[in-house]
């Protein structure tokens, strides 16, 4: 068991707690709709976690479609079995490295609040887009530091909500605020790279970056 699946193993609970909150519904609803994805479609999430964008993804692809969560972490997958409306005929559970993802000809891809944690995020997004069949759409949903002058406060709180969110690094003393910002930040170039028809927007006072383009 790598470090990363121990972290994410251990959070399970608490992470599908938090993933369920109020309020956090209508930012995986933005996500779902920049797939722009068709009734009978094939939609691939990447590092998935307990599943609560599946319910959207669902909803989009239809009783045709098909939903894929992937997921590195066991618990994790288990945790998404438990919930009713994560479950069905048209949705697979797969345990597998989202960097080297066992999937190919999806009609799109989403990836949530996942990019900042991989080591290299541009090989990442090279193999999602390489599961995309041409013209399909790959999603890139992120929290980031705001810019808005009333969010300087809850900037601070950033580094901290890093911190505990993330594998490896509540007892160190250098700033992860950073280093996960340019690990999104690479994310999103590659994907500039590889895509076109590209859209990006922020919400959430700032704080979430929601990028999506058409792979080619």
Do not use: K
């Not at 998935?48 to 319910?55: D, E, I, K, Q």
């Amino acid at each position: 068991m790598t470090s990363t699946q121990a972290f994410y193993g251990r959070w399970a609970a608490v992470y599908d707690r938090l993933a369920s909150a109020p309020g956090v519904g209508s930012w995986r609803e933005r996500a779902a709709d920049a797939l722009d994805v068709d009734a009978g479609d094939t939609v691939v999430e990447m590092g998935c976690g307990t599943g609560a964008n599946v319910p959207a993804l669902s909803e989009r692809v239809g009783p045709a479609g098909r939903v894929v969560g992937l997921d590195v972490t066991r618990e994790m997958l288990l945790r998404a079995r438990e919930h009713p409306r994560r479950v069905g005929e048209t949705v697979d559970w797969v345990q597998a490295d989202a960097v080297r993802p066992p999937v190919s000809d999806a009609d799109a891809v989403l990836s949530t609040f996942v990019a900042g944690i991989f080591p290299d995020p541009a090989a990442a997004v090279d193999a999602w887009c390489d599961c995309v069949r041409p013209g399909g759409r790959v999603a890139l949903l992120n929290f980031q530091r705001s810019d808005r002058t009333l969010a300087a406060p809850l900037n601070v709180a950033f580094e901290g909500f890093v911190r505990l969110s993330a594998p490896g690094t509540r007892l160190s003393r250098r700033s992860h605020a950073s280093a996960f910002e340019q690990r999104v930040a690479a994310a999103r170039e590659r994907l500039t790279e590889r895509t076109v028809a590209r859209r990006y927007e922020t919400f959430a006072g700032g704080f979430l970056g929601l990028v999506s383009g058409r792979v080619t």
